[in-house]
């Protein structure tokens, strides 16, 4: 499963993010959409759009985003709109894939245009009740990394 994984994150390789979805709602947990809108006219649910992408990332465990010279945001910060969380990852729009690095364990790191990074620590245990660290969608499948460091393979 994990090269099937790795064939899906090659193809974010050069995508554009669309929209990231951050913010006091959700904690520290964030969705990133990537390449072209799937939808004509995006989802609303109150003040916020959400756009469906070719591909998207929604993250449960631990994150942080840099740039080459600091840490931008992290997981743990303050997820109000105007804080430091939804103002950073929102600065993400835009910015196209370079490449990622993936470990044994599935912690992820997205290098992006403007010498940002998204690492994802891959930290939430089988002690845990919440049971998928990260995950991938594309137009087919779900690639769910769950709390027994394993990727499983679902139909969308």
């Not at 109150?46 to 929604?58: A, L, Q, R």
């Not at 709109?81 to 599935?106: A, C």
């Not at 620590?121 to 027994?148: A, G, H, V």
Request: proline letters at 1%; one cysteine or more.
């Amino acid at each position: 499963m994990r090269n099937k994984l790795k064939v899906e994150l090659d193809k974010l390789i050069d995508k554009k993010v669309l929209e990231v979805n951050a913010g006091s709602g959700g904690g520290s947990i964030i969705n990133i959409e990537f390449g072209e809108s799937l939808n004509i006219s995006p989802k609303s649910f109150g003040s916020y759009k959400i756009f469906e992408g070719d591909f998207s990332i929604m993250i449960y465990c631990a994150w942080r985003l840099e740039s080459n010279e600091s840490v931008l945001t992290s997981w743990n910060e303050d997820n109000s709109d105007n804080g430091p969380i939804v103002t950073n990852l929102k600065n993400l729009i835009n910015n196209r894939v370079i490449s990622y690095e993936i470990s044994d364990l599935f912690d992820l790191k997205i290098f992006f245009e403007e010498q940002k990074a998204l690492t994802i620590f891959c930290d939430l245990s089988t002690e845990q009740e919440f049971e998928c660290n990260w995950f991938l969608r594309n137009n087919n499948n779900i690639y769910s990394i769950t709390n027994k460091y394993i990727c499983e393979q679902e139909a969308k």
